[in-house]
């Protein structure tokens, strides 16, 4: 059986310097360590890099929707004609035409008063509205969008609040129509509101809303929000009527209106 000769000597048999031989392993395994922590560095600054990419398309978003009123054209933001596909009583159809549109303006008159009040941490920079009715001219529905004057955190925090304290679903918290004069919402006042929806948004300074009821302007004793109005079973007037389904699924088409002006200039002009 045969040895090698122990490390750290030469072939004749003397000592030799360990510096020599640990040194490049030394300098090996230190290259190593700081190749991998520029690794994992560079990981970690990419990983803020696509974060901080995300926070500032947000932001430019948020920023976006606040000058809009001003910056789109009415016709981008409440269509002469919504279709409603699916949107009525058991997936019917439903199409909506624009009768009227109100002045662009503050939010004094629009809102009952303790709606109102609620309303006043996020401020008022600008309410738009129109009122649209349906095929059959039947039924009348104010859709409004009010863009604040609240940085996402008053947003997120009064979103929180209408869903913590049910602020949506209080009959007492009322958006108003639009009654325009020699339309066939004439006679939609605040005794005629049947059904409501209220959102507020928290990707950009907007509360949307919508308010329906019979444009023959046959009064309403209790209100009936428009989800409940929608739930299966549901026996009241409203909801026997569908005018839940106009609240809500005229907002949600406008709501879906507003969110592609934000994105870019829209595809569709009649949707």
């Given at each position: ?199 507020v948004l928290t990707d950009a300074p ?28 549901a026996t009241t007037a409203a909801a ?32």
């Amino acid at each position: 059986m045969t040895f090698g000769e122990p490390e750290g000597y030469d072939e004749r048999g003397r000592g030799l310097s360990l510096v020599g031989r640990v040194a490049p392993r030394t300098a090996a395994a230190a290259a190593c360590m700081v190749l991998g922590l520029g690794l994992i560095g560079g990981a970690v600054t990419g990983g803020w890099i696509v974060d901080d990419g995300g926070d500032t398309t947000a932001a430019t978003s948020f920023s976006t929707a606040s000058g809009l009123w001003h910056n789109v054209p009415v016709d981008e933001l409440f269509p002469p004609t919504v279709q409603g596909t699916g949107a009525g009583p058991g997936g019917a159809d439903r199409t909506w035409t624009r009768i009227a549109v109100a002045p662009a303006g503050g939010c004094a008159d629009a809102f009952d008063p303790l709606l109102r009040k609620a309303l006043a941490p996020v401020g008022c920079q600008r309410l738009v509205r129109a009122t649209y009715t349906d095929a059959t001219q039947s039924y009348v529905t104010t859709v409004g969008l009010l863009f604040t004057k609240a940085d996402p955190a008053g947003m997120t925090a009064l979103a929180k609040r209408f869903t913590d304290e049910r602020l949506d679903r209080r009959t007492d918290l009322l958006p108003r129509p639009y009654a325009a004069k020699n339309t066939a919402a004439e006679r939609f006042g605040p005794h005629q509101r049947a059904s409501w929806t209220i959102s507020v948004l928290t990707d950009a300074p907007v509360v949307a809303y919508a308010v329906s009821g019979w444009a023959d302007g046959r009064t309403v004793d209790t209100p009936q929000p428009a989800a409940d109005a929608e739930t299966s079973g549901a026996t009241t007037a409203a909801a026997q009527a569908g005018l839940g389904n106009e609240a809500q699924g005229l907002a949600d088409r406008i709501e879906r209106r507003l969110r592609q002006n934000i994105a870019g200039p829209a595809t569709e002009k009649h949707s």
